[in-house]
């Protein structure tokens, strides 16, 4: 066991507005299972490559102990699988190797296909068990849960659950809760380790913005009323004051000591009135710094002049001589909110392009809706640059909307001038989305939708799709979505 000290970590990118992180200290035990959450653009990549030496900052990070990333940078996919795994670690050991893969039921055939040929799920397993061979370095696992189907993700989670020393970058909550046992998370305006899974902590976390917001009002109500106590205090201490050259209602003359030693009295009454006034105001000040925004998002279909939107029956899909699904049926009804099942390659996306238009060769009977308009958000956010407000226009949606979507989905206004090729994989996907909720169209079509978005902004999605109900067929691994979600289930 070691520890990492980071002591008054400073960083921000060069030409940046703000920096990522000022002035934060904490500590890292390498024993612990360490689950790393914060909201996108936060810095949870960034940090990562802080202990990794990749930037310069002010601070310190001292740590008697090596690191590795995951994912790590595959040059030469075309490559033999045990190739790759022998360039990344070069003195690893077989048997250690197949134990690996054994528990990541991996066969050892696949070490001897090129490295391009494998799954993205099988591709995540093979570095995932070569980073466990470095058995004397702290390991920085960045967000493996991206492409793996539900089953890979239990597994997966199941594996890291027998491992410790590591940090886990990860948005999916049964996955968190599963397999760590301490909490790094990036807040508003700081960062915290606490003991338990991501439950725990977001249990924790809604404690005391409860706590917080209602000692907020309780606070905001006292100063109003102490500052109406000032106001009245000093407005008597002045009026007393006033008398001291007058007369009584006999017409003998008032004692001048005694009205100014009651002025003294009101006035200094009315200073620690004002006192107690600014200490609730400091207080005050503490508190809802790290109260997450998470304003309600709206969505508003079209509604459709038929109930069917669309129906599939008998499908099979092919590419070149391969079949990658067979005898699928099923229907999309108005207010349906379809979840497609199955492990990777099964043809799920092959099925969300052709319903979307694509050219695929296809047997079977397909029928859509005529006129019927599609909103499709696509696992792929690379195509993704320019600004903004140019893409809003090409896109023939409104900017204004789109804009205040992204502001609720914890998009600050720096980001609105940046190029976004610069903005984080999580910052990309919700620009799809955010683009597909200003999008006036029939039904919803989502192939992944959540990859890399914070957990935070997942619920805000959950709780747009319960309370407005749109027409939505999609693509999506985590558990805790598809469940809250899903108004029918189509398994290939």
Known sequence: MSLINVTNLTFGYDGSYDNIFENVSFQIDTAWKLGFTGRNGRGKTTFLNLLRGKYEYSGNISANISFEYFPFDVLNKGNNTLDIISDIFPDYTHWKLMRELSLLELSEEILYR?????????????????????????????????????????????????????????????????????ILSINKTNVEIQRGNFSSWWENKQRQDSFELAENEKLKKDITRLSDS??????????????????????????????????????????????????????????????????????????????????????????????????????????????????????????????????????????????????????????????????AANNEIDESLFKSILRKLDFSRVQFEKDMSAFSGGQKKKVLIAKSLCEKVHLHIWDEPLNFIDIISRMQIEELLLEYSPTLLFVEHDSNFYKNIATKFFEL
């Open 114 to 182: 090129p490295f391009d040929s494998l799954s993205n799920g099988e591709q995540t397993k093979v570095m995932l068990a070569t980073l466990f061979l470095k058995e004397n370095s702290f390991l920085l696992i960045d967000e493996p849960t991206n492409h793996l189907d539900m089953k890979a993700r239990k597994l997966v989670s199941d594996y890291l659950n027998t491992k410790s020393g590591f940090i886990l970058v990860s948005h999916d909550r049964s996955f968190l809760d599963n397999c760590v046992d301490h």
């Open 230 to 391: 000032a106001k009245r205090a000093s407005s008597w201490s002045h009026e007393v004051e006033k008398t001291k050259n007058g007369t009584t209602n006999s017409g003998s003359k008032l004692d001048k000591g005694y009205v100014g030693h009651k002025a003294a009295k009101m006035m200094k009454r009315s200073k620690s009135i004002e006192s107690r006034q600014q200490s609730a105001i400091e207080e005050k000040s503490k508190l809802l710094r790290n109260i997450e925004n998470s304003d309600s998002l709206k969505i508003s279909q079209l509604a459709y002049h038929k109930n069917r939107l669309a129906e599939l029956d008998n499908i099979s899909i092919f590419y070149d001589e391969t079949m990658v699904c067979k005898d699928v049926g099923f229907t999309i009804d108005q207010g349906d909110r379809i979840a497609l099942i199955g492990k990777n390659g099964s043809g799920k996306s092959s099925i969300i392009k052709l319903i979307c238009g694509e050219d695929i060769n296809y047997t079977g009977t397909f029928r859509k809706g005529s006129q019927l308009k599609i909103s499709y958000v696509s696992q792929d956010t690379s195509h993704l640059q320019g600004k903004l407000n140019d893409y």
